[in-house]
């Protein structure tokens, strides 16, 4: 494959899974600078942004690190994506990038969906089985899941570079459309699960303590519900696109741009929660709506 068809091809997961056909195409079109454009906001704005929620995390400022680890490893994943936005728009001037960009791909197509899972997931156990949460609470456990996390991010992204290699751009739709499918609906049971867990009242609760508990499951109820919300408004759209697409064998690279500027905003929400929590929201930022939202 040479470096002008992989340009084409694989110029983003999201907008450049084009058809062979597309070579006959200007090189640098408008689709080509608003997805330029797109990454560039995502790159000046996210890079500070999930970088200062590290340095916060480090140095104490929220909960610690072993209570904010899976946010530590997210921050971490999503800076990645930050940096690869950056490849992306320079590999639409510059092709000699794309084998680098389509390496990152699986960054996004399995980094930042996972690390929310298990957001999703230890909240859904400290809810409905406090008593499993506790036993692995401990880092340890975290730090094993978060390994393994990582590992199958970096079989993603040998994955991605060989699905580009191959030119297979139907298998390749296939999977980020059945992995970002399976990722919402481990989020939205968990969702569920939480939401029948705050209509019962646990045993010998009374008085300040049964409100305290039920402050605590609302809470959490508040935090899975936005990462839902986050999660189908960054990913539903990737997965409808992805399977019009197989199954009308139509591809153009407009119909990526929603699902690209829904990818961008999904990045915001976690570290905007843990700002907010932290008290270091800009002033800006926070409403009294929100206020009253989380507490």
Known sequence: MNTEEMNNSTVNFITTETSTNSTTQPSIGLIDLVVTCVHSINFLFGLPTHSYV????????????????????????ETGNCLNCLVSALTVYLSSLSLLMVFLQGLILTGRPLFQCLMCVERYLAVVHPVTFLKF?????????????WIIILSSC????FIA???????????????????????????VAVLRALKQSGPGERGRERGEENHMKRRA??????????????????????????????NNDGYWLPG?????LGG????????????KLPLFLKRPAIVYFFH
């Open 54 to 77: 590290i340095w916060l995390i480090i140095t104490g400022t929220g909960s610690g690190v072993a209570s904010e680890f899976f946010l530590l490893n997210l921050s971490m994943c």
């Open 137 to 149: 609470k401990p880092l340890r456990y975290r730090v094993i899941c978060c390994t393994v996390v």
């Open 158 to 161: 040998f994955y991605c570079l």
């Open 165 to 191: 290699m191959s030119q297979n751009i139907t298998v390749h739709t296939w999977f980020f459309s059945l992995v970002f499918l399976l990722f919402f609906s481990i989020q939205l049971f968990c969702l």
């Open 221 to 250: 109820f508040y935090l899975i519900l936005i990462t839902t919300v986050s999660l189908a408004i960054t990913y539903v759209p990737f997965t409808v696109t992805g399977f019009y697409i197989i199954l009308t064998q139509q």
């Open 260 to 264: 690209l500027v829904c990818y961008m």
């Open 268 to 279: 915001f929400v976690h570290p905007v929660l843990y700002l907010h929590r932290t008290g």
